[in-house]
């Protein structure tokens, strides 16, 4: 069974950075996209960006588009989120997900989640 573990959230200001990781136990790693969402309280889980499995192709939400950056390194299993610039409305947690036969916006898309990693930025 694939398990995703996410890790790297914390509490930071407005205007601080934070990389988030997200490391992967399965076999097959390197042949599927892997994308990250968030969840904010009392919202619904939404898209945040998407890497495929070459890393050659990325997708981003508008809301993050030019701040936040999705990163992979097929060799240690690992996806990576650095996100410059954060917002108090950046506050929620952020899940990683994978498993996906390319970089969708699609949750549904996502055969694995990991289990979140909170973020808070304050104002």
């Known amino acids: 069974q694939v398990q995703l573990v996410e890790s790297g959230g914390g509490v930071v200001q407005a205007g601080a950075s934070l990389r988030l990781s997200c490391a992967d136990s399965g076999r097959t790693f390197s042949s599927h996209a892997m994308g990250w969402f968030r969840q904010a309280p009392g919202k619904e889980r939404d898209f945040v960006a998407a890497?495929?499995?070459?890393?050659?192709?990325?997708e981003y939400a508008d809301s993050v588009k030019g701040r936040f950056t999705i990163s992979r390194d097929n060799a240690k299993n690992m996806v990576y989120l650095q996100m410059n610039s954060l917002k108090p409305e950046d506050t929620a947690v952020y899940y990683c997900?994978?498993?996906?036969?390319?970089?969708?916006?699609?949750?549904?898309?996502?055969?694995?989640w990991g289990q979140g990693t909170q973020v808070t930025v304050s104002s």
């Open positions: 890497i495929s499995w070459s890393g050659e192709s990325t």
């Open positions: 997900a994978g498993r996906a036969p390319y970089a969708s916006r699609v949750s549904h898309d996502y055969r694995d």
